[in-house]
């Protein structure tokens, strides 16, 4: 399908390992923001004078603040463990796109400016100047990573390539090199709140929608509440969730699941985005501004719990940040974690019986569960590791009858990325996007042979917006991706509910910028 | 005179050693990790991190999943340098632990151990090209290296034979700044010298991978982050100034 300017890769019955083809991706490179992206964030408009010596002081700058990159670019024995578990490698076959080689375009400089070794025997260790050709790889590379921390899992150190490429993002962001997708979206969130720019106006409209087309369809007047003061739980959710499919047929869900609980719960307009794209580009600083945004949206409405709806990275920084970024959380119900994932809420309402569900509801379906890469790798649900493989498939399994998981090298921690996350799901990065997913639409090519699956549910608003835009390159149709909360709201039956359920119908909109 | 020269080259060698590996520990001890990147599923308590961090250590757990041949050839060559680092200790205690007695012919198989790792990791790094293409002029160097040191040990216990009593006073001698004479034994001394010579970039190489992997986020954070707030002091410096 489509217009393509390259070759959609083929399937491989096998997956082994590609031969390298040197320089095959070089020429994918996102658009370069412009000042007014740039300048909101803190960065300069365009490329600074002595942009080496910016460069080079920012790099001793951010060794000195994080250690994972001090310790990572030190240890690196060049085991070639991880050099064939990047999906972007296994889809490009471009060797730059190995873990290792990712960050070698890094640490070739780190050795030259900061090591005894590099400084005096630079050709034997393999260092070199930082160039405008090496400003370019880096411009084209970095942008090659998903940050979905793959090759950490095989790596004998606990290697994080995306560690790397946060710190040479930033770092090309200091010097006014910054990429126009990230940051224009950055941007927009500390002007408006939300990636996707809409007002509040806008969501009260699209809230209120949802209300009628749910009444209308159940017979319930559940509510999606916007801004209201003393509500128990704020949700916090990925704006793709206001009006994408399938998007939005998650968030019907947390209404339902909420509705037929008793909690009473609102949505913030000041807070209105999951997704912190301030890890992205590695910026503690305009990740945490992101962040304080839902701290004053939880004061501002009093709420006792803070909930996130279905986003991968979104639920990283969440879990894992949130409270180094906008803590302490002393002032919320203490009974909760804070924050809690809507699959744990729903999770623990069916574990205490609270939620009814007929299952033959998603008899059209035949299922399978696609791990997102930051959910499985750099988070957590529920009080036991791993919860974040259980929890979502027990919620797929009480509300399908058939559910299939893929090759068990493909899921939980081994999971490949959909090709899109890390702030790489914009229309300029295509190619990669679609070669970036091959590993996946392999192994769902395979459950769909073998168990007959009809379609994959996911609980990221990224993944869901690239399988959406991948499939038809791959021979399957854009609403084979669904949510998991989708799932539920076809499922569950609602108190007081009439009895038919005709599934409504939402436009199938291009909303990349939603994740 | 030769024997002044070694002892020299062992002193300055351990200096370097020393000085280098305490000023990375330190380097990474005072770097914060502002945020928690354990890779999930981690462990939720310390006790677990100890146990994850233990089968890293002893097992290569990771590496393991990742590569089966290179975990093998890895996993052998780090065992066998274990075996002949405790084997060796005989030259640096007087008298000789007993546990050190009986380990002493597991030490000298751990040298076959050595050279058979070594040998495959280097085959792997020439063959395979994707390590062919990420390995500098070093990576092979130090492998090189070793396997030099593993031979030059092994022709001594195999076949050629030391005068170990002369070694053994010359380092204890070391130890005591009694300088002894040490045997001017040409394999010995390129042994002695190419030890000497892995000490000195020790610190300075990719060797740190031995150190680091203690202070790697990633493998040693519990994953606790919604239940203890967990910050840097330069981020709680920033919360102040905005």
Redesign the interface.
């Known amino acids: 399908m489509a217009d393509n300017k390259f070759d959609t890769p083929q399937l491989r019955e096998y997956p082994i390992i590609p031969k390298l083809k040197k320089g095959v991706m070089s020429h994918s490179k996102p658009f370069i923001a412009k000042e007014p992206h740039q300048e909101p964030l803190g960065f300069p408009g365009e490329l600074v004078d002595d942009w080496e010596n910016v460069a080079i002081k920012k790099m001793a700058d951010l060794q000195g603040k994080y250690r994972s990159l001090q310790v990572y670019l030190d240890s690196c024995v060049k085991c070639g463990a991880c050099t064939d578990k990047c999906h972007y490698y296994v889809g490009t076959t471009d060797p730059k796109n190995m873990p290792v080689a990712r960050q070698d375009l890094y640490r070739k400089v780190y050795r030259r400016y900061f090591t005894f070794a590099g400084k005096y025997f630079p050709k034997l260790v393999g260092a070199t100047d930082l160039t405008k050709e090496v400003l370019d790889d880096w411009y084209s590379y970095f942008h090659q990573c998903s940050q979905c921390r793959r090759c950490s899992v095989y790596c004998p150190y606990g290697i994080d390539t995306a560690e790397i490429s946060m710190a040479a993002r930033e770092v090309m962001d200091t010097i006014g090199v910054g990429q126009k997708y990230c940051n224009e979206i950055i941007s927009k969130v500390h002007k408006i709140g939300n990636n996707l720019g809409l007002p509040g106006p806008a969501l009260e409209d699209t809230l209120e929608g949802l209300e009628e087309d749910v009444e209308e369809e159940t017979g319930v007047a559940v509510k999606y509440p916007l801004d209201v003061k003393g509500a128990e739980v704020l949700l916090v959710t990925p704006s793709a969730d206001f009006f994408a499919e399938p998007h939005v047929d998650g968030l019907i869900g947390y209404g339902k699941v909420f509705h037929e609980a008793g909690i009473s719960w609102t949505v913030s307009s000041h807070a209105s985005e999951a997704a912190n794209f301030g890890m992205f580009i590695g910026s503690y600083d305009n990740m945490r501004k992101l962040a304080v945004r839902i701290r004053e949206a939880a004061i501002e409405l009093g709420v006792k719990r803070i909930v996130f709806g279905e986003c991968g990275h979104a639920w990283r920084v969440a879990y894992s940040f949130l409270n180094t970024l906008a803590g302490p959380w002393d002032f919320l119900d203490p009974n909760y974690p804070v924050p809690q994932h809507i699959c744990e809420v729903t999770y623990g309402l069916i574990q205490e019986n609270k939620l009814k569900f007929d299952k033959s509801l998603n008899d059209d379906m035949v299922l399978t569960y696609h791990d997102s890469c930051n959910v499985a790798r750099a988070s957590r649900m529920g009080d036991k590791a791993g919860g974040q493989f259980l929890i979502p498939r027990e919620i797929i399994k009480a509300t399908c009858n058939n559910f299939y998981d893929m090759s068990s090298d493909t899921i939980k921690e081994g999971t490949f990325c959909c090709g899109g996350g890390g702030g790489l799901l914009t229309d300029d990065l295509m190619e990669l996007r679609v070669k970036g997913a091959l590993p996946r639409m392999e192994a769902l090519r395979r459950v769909v042979e073998e168990k007959g699956v009809t379609h994959m549910a996911a609980i990221c608003a990224i993944c869901k917006s690239q399988f959406s835009k991948v499939f038809p390159y791959y021979d399957f149709t854009m609403d084979q991706i669904v949510s998991v909360h989708q799932l539920v709201s076809n499922a569950i039956i609602l108190t007081g509910q009439n009895d038919e359920n005709d599934e409504e119908n939402h436009p199938q909109e291009d909303i990349d910028e939603a994740a | 005179m030769l024997s002044l020269l070694i002892a020299a080259l062992f002193y300055i060698a351990f200096l370097i050693l020393a000085y280098g590996l305490v000023a ?1 520990i330190l ?2 001890k005072n ?7 354990p ?6 308590t310390q006790a ?1 991190v100890v146990f994850r961090m233990s089968k ?1 250590v002893v097992f ?1 757990e ?2 393991f ?3 089966k041949v ?1 975990w093998l050839f ?1 996993w052998l060559f780090h065992f066998g340098l274990f075996l002949d680092m405790l084997r060796h200790l005989r030259y640096f205690i007087d008298p000789v632990w007993f546990w050190v007695v009986i380990i002493q012919p597991f030490g000298k198989y751990g040298s076959i151990l050595m050279l058979i790792g070594l040998a495959g990791l280097l085959v ?2 020439i063959v ?4 062919r ?7 092979h ?1 130090i492998l090189v290296l070793l396997l030099c040191i593993t031979t030059t040990g092994m022709a001594m216990s195999f076949y050629l034979g030391a005068d170990v009593i002369s070694v053994k006073s010359f380092f204890i001698g070391l130890m005591t700044f009694n300088i002894q004479n040490i045997p001017s034994d040409p394999v010995l001394i390129s042994h002695l010298v190419m030890v000497a010579f892995l000490m000195i ?1 020790f610190p ?3 060797l ?2 031995a150190p ?2 203690f ?5 040693n954070q519990v ?1 606790n ?8 002091k ?2 709680r410096d ?1 919360e102040k100034t905005n």
């Open positions: 990375k380097q990474y770097t914060p990790a502002p945020l928690k990147i890779t999930m599923p981690a462990p939720t677990g890293e290569f990771s590496l999943k990742s590569s290179t890895g792997r790094r395979v090209d994707r390590v293409y990420i390995s500098a002029p070093s990576d160097l970039i300075y190489s990719k740190l991978h680091g992997l202070f790697s986020p990633s493998r994953d982050a919604r239940e203890k707030r967990h910050i840097a330069w981020a920033l």
